[in-house]
């Protein structure tokens, strides 16, 4: 009988934690969206709605400016109200689509709001973050452009600004020469023509796969001239698609390191000159309380961090902060590499990270989703073979169209092919999902990284004849500072504090101790010493001491103050 007791129990407590273990992988939110496909600008703004009209406790939705199109720049506040105003928590500051075919950003951030409300209240450690940070979200910094690519034909590598029209070429005309779709069939392909002198010839593994012809080449091959994407000559100058859409990049319209557009292309007339980038300026601007940063762009599997350019190097307190951050991201994203904008990828002059960063000293992070090393590729050419496989196998020949001879108005027969937009620099819809989760979970070790004050300790030592001795230790539980060297060095933002006060108190002395040497002397603050300001704030991980002298008694109340982490207050009795 006790056996049998004994046995039901444990099929009682195997099926509980059966039904908590399917309860977790079961969460459902209350809006259904598909991550095995793309959205365009107004499909991700509906889908936006939906969510806020799902969650309303959790998500509120606002414009925050227009584009150079007319287009809502809609921006995202997810904020526990219960825990406090948005503003009195630390902030994570994440966006994406700031180049309008980089598409999969806008996914990514989607999926983080989408997570994040089905996760509150039923994922502890996502509901603790919620409740004691905020996130801002703008899904498409670039709305004019993201609705461009999606709507007319285009490469993976276009259209990457936005659509203000401008003069590339110089000729006093504005986007007078495109690409053109010139089969009509909706894409935007490549264009290649037989050429006894040319360089380039079909693989003998795939004639899908272009290869530079080699000096000791044999046999009977065609060679080839590549020309570009499809398009003709449209104002007669002689030159192919060389003046198309738009013409410059919101990535290199902010502060930082700004230069003209003949030492930065695209860089725009002067820093924050397009409509898009001074309204999130002015968003983040508002916002003191962001302590962190994540940007998404596409491709090649990288997590980046400045200097954009070789005019700046970052304080090493700073640099621990990033190497951690980055590192571990490199395991919560296999493939990805930690990089230094300038000094790994190429130089950046007014990109939007690098302002964040390095003008406002918020640690900052750029994301460049999806690598072809998922495909587990191996040299170059390999790789262009590899790829046209995982095509055949994979996406059943939907990645690449053959070439096709076509008559050119200009250049004769020539041919048409190659590869559609969606692949390269975009993954695969059934891997759109995993790359969404991926760098939403290394945003959220970000976000959680974020500081943490609390007053891990209060001692009242009577001095005599009134006099007391408040010693308090302020602690940093997590990694990034309240606030950075970059932030110091650059006097970004309201100072961090630490005060003392009380109806019946009067200050007499205040400062900071050292808690290694133990006896060292007070370091006094010379005015107002009831007040302690911080003008390098609280290092992450670490715990700052303080002290007063105070004359009087009753209640003594301590509280730490600053924009960047929640503040916190302890009250002590002098008697």
């Avoid at 994570?92 to 180049?99: E, F, G, L, T």
Wanted: with cysteine.
């Amino acid at each position: 009988m006790i056996r049998r007791v004994t046995m039901v129990l444990a099929a009682l407590v195997v099926s509980a934690a059966a039904r908590a273990q399917q309860d977790a992988y079961e969460i459902r939110s209350k809006v259904d969206i598909a991550w095995n496909r793309l959205h365009d600008y107004d499909e991700v703004v509906q889908l936006c709605q939906k969510l806020v009209a799902a969650y309303p406790e959790l998500l509120t939705m606002e414009s925050i400016g227009k584009s150079v199109e007319g287009r809502d720049m809609w921006a995202l506040t997810l904020n526990i109200k219960k825990t406090g105003p948005h503003d009195s928590k630390p902030g994570m500051y994440i966006d994406a689509n700031i180049h309008g075919n980089e598409v999969q950003g806008a996914e990514t951030v989607l999926y983080t709001i989408w997570y994040l409300t089905k996760s509150y209240g039923h994922v502890p450690q996502l509901t603790e973050l919620m409740d004691g940070a905020a996130f801002y979200f703008i899904p498409m910094v670039n709305p004019d452009g993201r609705a461009y690519w999606f709507a007319q034909p285009n490469t993976a590598h276009s259209s990457r600004g936005g659509v203000k029209p401008t003069d590339n070429d110089g000729d006093g005309l504005f986007d007078e020469d495109p690409p053109n779709d010139l089969d009509g069939d909706g894409r935007l392909l490549s264009m290649r023509m037989e050429d006894p002198d040319g360089f380039m010839r079909e693989s003998p593994d795939d004639p899908r796969v272009m290869i530079p012809v080699d000096p000791d080449d044999k046999g009977d091959f065609k060679r080839y001239i590549f020309l570009g994407w499809e398009g003709i000559d449209d104002d007669g100058d002689g030159e192919i698609n060389e003046d198309g859409v738009g013409g410059y990049d919101t990535n290199r319209n902010w502060p930082a390191d700004w230069q003209p557009n003949y030492i930065q292309y695209g860089s725009g007339e002067f820093p924050l000159s397009l409509p898009e980038s001074k309204a999130i300026a002015d968003f983040i601007l508002a916002r003191p309380n962001i302590a962190a940063v994540q940007s998404y762009h596409n491709s090649g599997g990288m997590i980046l961090r400045g200097p954009g350019a070789k005019y700046v190097e970052y304080p090493r307190a700073d640099i621990r902060v990033y190497d951690r951050i980055g590192k571990r991201g490199e395991e919560i994203l296999p493939f990805y590499r930690y990089m230094i904008i300038w000094k790994d990828l190429y130089g950046v002059h007014g990109g939007t990270v690098n302002w964040t960063a390095e003008d406002l000293g918020i640690i900052s992070f750029t994301n460049e989703l999806w690598t072809s090393k998922k495909y587990d590729l191996s040299d170059e050419e390999g790789e262009r073979t590899d790829r046209m496989r995982f095509a055949d196998d994979l996406m059943f020949g939907q990645t690449f169209v053959p070439w096709k001879k076509f008559e050119h108005p200009e250049l004769g027969e020539i041919e048409i092919g190659g590869n559609v937009k969606t692949t390269g620099r975009v993954p695969p819809p059934f891997y759109l999902e995993e790359e969404c989760h991926r760098n939403f979970a290394f945003t959220m070790f970000h976000a959680r990284q974020m500081p943490k004050v609390s007053i891990t300790g209060v001692e009242v030592e009577s001095l005599g004849g009134g006099l007391w001795r408040v010693t308090a230790d302020v602690r940093n539980e997590h990694l990034i500072p309240t606030t950075t060297e970059q932030a110091a060095k650059r006097r970004y933002g309201p100072r961090d504090r630490v005060e003392i006060g009380g109806d019946a108190l009067r200050v007499v002395a205040g400062g900071t101790v050292s808690r290694r040497r133990p006896g060292a002397p007070l370091e006094f603050v010379e005015h107002q010493p009831s007040r302690i300001w911080l003008d390098h704030g609280i290092r992450g991980e670490t715990t700052r001491r303080f002290q007063w002298l105070v004359e009087g008694d009753g209640a003594a109340n301590i509280r730490v103050s600053g924009p960047r982490f929640v503040n916190v207050s302890k009250t002590v009795e002098l008697k």
